[in-house]
């Protein structure tokens, strides 16, 4: 692409000595710092999608996995429930 741009009086000095001694011309030079100014703001590299590979987990019919935190509850309250019994026994004792 062609264009006109207005460089800066230190610009024109940093890409005049970034030439000099090197086997880059001004408009390489110019190329060059553009693309290593601007880098970070360069998309990111889209990634591979990812995927979900299933595995049968294994659960008996009737067990809805979407509830498992319900059966977590439940269990949680018996556990307590029977520790609580179990206490009650020992202090009436």
Known sequence: MRTTV?????VEQLLRHATHGSQQNFK????????????HHAPAVAAAPFTVKPKAMGLR???DPARLHDLDTDLEAEAFAATTRRLRKTLKR
Request: charged share 30%; proline share 5%; no cysteine.
């Open 28 to 39: 390489e030079a110019l190329n060059d710092g553009l693309r290593r100014g601007l880098a």
């Open 6 to 10: 207005t460089l800066d009086p230190d």
């Open 61 to 63: 019919a009737g067990v």
